[in-house]
């Protein structure tokens, strides 16, 4: 057993709190191979966009401690720039980002993409959400972010 990172996330700041999980630091060590189907191996290869140092790396460990490869970035303009149709399972980003949005940001991916797309944010949720995607609102907790991914995975 190691330490591992739970969260508790509020609108601007997570506040990080311990708790024996077992962890392994294969999913930061070895990136998945793009050509096994992760997410039917109950594994899903994740892209956080968070411009909050700590809510990204808060976020992308609680991942890696739920068993996903996850990988993380601070802005969108940066994400766009990762982005490879198939590389990543799913897109979980933050909607108040600078410069460009979490909504610019998917209104930017290839029309025909793959990538099953969260975001993860403060505000209420819209009326008419962008459709296809999930919303999880901030703070969630670990239960709401496993059931965004089942969502996610299951799509």
Do not use: C
């Not at 709190?17 to 290869?45: F, I, Q, W, Y």
């Not at 956080?48 to 460990?61: P, Y």
């Not at 766009?80 to 209104?107: C, E, H, N, W």
């Amino acid at each position: 057993m190691s330490q591992a990172l739970a969260l508790k996330l509020s609108h601007d700041r997570i506040s990080p709190m311990t708790t024996d999980v077992p962890h392994s630091n294969d999913a930061r060590d070895n990136p998945p191979n793009p050509e096994e189907t992760s997410a039917a191996l109950g594994k899903l290869r994740v892209l956080v966009v968070e411009d909050d140092a700590a809510a990204l790396s808060a976020t992308v460990e609680l991942l890696q401690v739920l068993g996903h490869w996850a990988t993380g970035v601070k802005s969108a303009e940066v994400a766009k720039s990762r982005f490879m149709d198939g590389a990543f399972d799913v897109l979980l980003t933050d909607i108040g980002l600078p410069a460009l949005s979490g909504y610019d940001l998917v209104q930017s991916l290839p029309s025909g993409h793959r990538i099953q797309v969260i975001f993860a944010s403060g505000q209420i949720q819209p009326d008419d959400p962008m459709p296809g995607t999930i919303w999880l609102a901030k703070p969630f907790t670990v239960e709401q972010l496993e059931a965004a991914l089942a969502t996610a995975r299951a799509a």
